[in-house]
């Protein structure tokens, strides 16, 4: 009998369309891989590629006739990268730290204190994030220049040290933990930040780490508020460094290339380092408001 449920024409048939699903779906997810993965490869390839490649032939050809490094070396050389490298680096560690630092506490009492007007205090806070920062950057602008912090590291990383997405995403992951726990720790004479800094943020680590990529890869990548609050190029930051490598080898896209690759390296590097805690931490509070 189970012989003949096994060779049963409908099993059959609904085995057969669920390989058949399964296979598109591949097909699918490759194709988008492929479309995704595409310019990056062709921006590998072409930084790959001697000066006597043409890289816009049709159809395009990535794997270089000669392979040649000395694309990189060129562009190290050409301006000052590890002033630049440097002044990223400062901003994106800072940037990181203090948003870990403020979102975490602004989100603490708003999931295990109770208070008048707490729910709308976060509605508040992240209402905020439908408003585009470029909105906002006149007034920032105009407050930075009064206190002094043009061409300055402060200028460039105190108007993004708290952000309405770090606050909701510890808020949400706070959230999800016991409150025995605080309870505990009271009567064992512990106070708020003893419980914030010993309790609770262990437990969160994961929502951290995804926090600290978030803002990792926005403090990296910046380009327009520094543009705006720096004129002294030996204040720029990486980003900047390309706009004007861009500017100054218009015709050489191997150098831009090789160059847009040197400032995405330290993001994909990052990123592969800290992945495995990436998913736990979206996904931490996700099923509880």
Known sequence: ???????????????????????????LLILLTLFMLGPFLWLVSTALKSGGENIFQYPPKLI???????????VMDTFPFWRYLFNSVVVTVFTVFFNVLFCSLAAYPLARMNFKGKNVIFILILST????????????????????????YAGMILPHITTAFGVFLMRQAF???????DESARMDGANSFQIWLRILMP???????????????????????????????????????????SGTFTSDWRLIAAGAIISMAPI??????????????VMRGAVKG
């Open 268 to 281: 994909i590097i990052f990123f592969l380092i800290l992945q495995r805690h990436f998913i736990s931490g």
């Open 64 to 74: 270089p006739e000669q392979l040649t490094f000395t694309n990189f070396v060129k």
């Open 1 to 27: 009998m189970a012989l003949t449920s096994v060779n049963d024409p409908k099993t059959l048939r609904n085995r057969l369309i669920g390989i058949t699903k399964k296979i598109l779906t591949y097909i």
């Open 129 to 152: 994030m439908m408003i585009p920062f470029q909105l906002l950057m006149i007034p920032i602008y105009i407050m930075s220049l009064n206190l002094g912090l043009s061409n300055t």
């Open 203 to 245: 437990l969160v680590k994961p929502s951290i780490i995804t926090l600290v990529i978030f803002t990792f890869i926005s403090a990296w990548g910046d380009f327009l508020w520094p543009l705006i609050i720096v004129s002294d190029q030996e204040m720029f930051t990486l980003p900047l460094g390309l706009n004007m490598l």
């Open 175 to 181: 959230t999800v933990i016991p409150k025995e726990l």
